[in-house]
């Protein structure tokens, strides 16, 4: 397997989960936030959101970055090809 095709098994992998698209969809609007105030808009507890935020930084898709007490996370810059035409359909 090319190793483009790689990187779109490992984003489309990331991105098959509605929690994760609420996500994704919440930073395309709000730029960044924290991982408290991305919990709070999806309404799922900040431990699980936190393991979503991971997993979708892991695949190249989120940056975080720790600010004191909170991690702020942001969709990273620039949006991989694939994610910009998910990103759009949100």
Known sequence: MAAKEKEFERVLKALANRRRLAVI???K???EASVGEIAEHIK??????SKHVA???AAGVLEKEQN???MIVCLVDPIPEIVRHIVKML
């Open 25 to 27: 969809s919440y930073l």
């Open 29 to 31: 609007n709000k730029k």
């Open 44 to 49: 799922l507890s900040i431990k699980a959101t």
């Open 55 to 57: 997993l979708l930084a």
């Open 68 to 70: 004191s007490r909170f």
